[in-house]
């Protein structure tokens, strides 16, 4: 439960940055990039491997990177869900938006891991 709420608070932040980065990109505030990443990581439990098992073979020939359109799909939804709060306006900028959201992931992740393995 614990590493669930820091992926939350984490993503949250990596969604912040992206919205900083693009004018196409908007959300309201830091409470709406929470709501956003709560959901998102929702999607990501259940819409998220039925996706890839449907697109398994177009997966399978793009060397994974159809993930990324899965994972803007996955965004395209949590906006839809949203509302106004949280908009992308375009599928291109959702697919951007996806590559740099699961780089910033990755290094937030990874930079807190290794906080929490030095305090340890």
Do not use: C, E, R, Y
Not at 28 to 54: C, H, M, Q, W, Y
Not at 109 to 117: E, R
Request: hydrophobic share 65%; proline share 2%.
């Amino acid at each position: 439960m614990k590493h669930w709420l820091i992926s939350i608070l984490l993503n949250s932040v990596a969604l912040v940055v992206v919205a900083q980065l693009f004018d196409n990109f908007h959300l309201d505030n830091f409470g709406t990039a929470i709501l956003a990443s709560f959901i998102l990581s929702i999607l990501n439990v259940i819409v998220k491997p039925i996706l890839v098992i449907l697109t398994l073979p177009i997966t399978f020939l793009s060397l994974g990177l159809f993930l990324f359109v899965i994972n803007a799909i996955t965004l395209m939804i949590t906006q839809a869900v949203i509302g106004n709060s949280f908009v992308i306006d375009g599928f291109g900028i959702a697919i951007i938006a996806a590559v740099i959201l699961s780089v910033l992931n990755l290094i937030l992740n990874q930079l807190v891991k290794d906080t929490i393995k030095t305090s340890k």
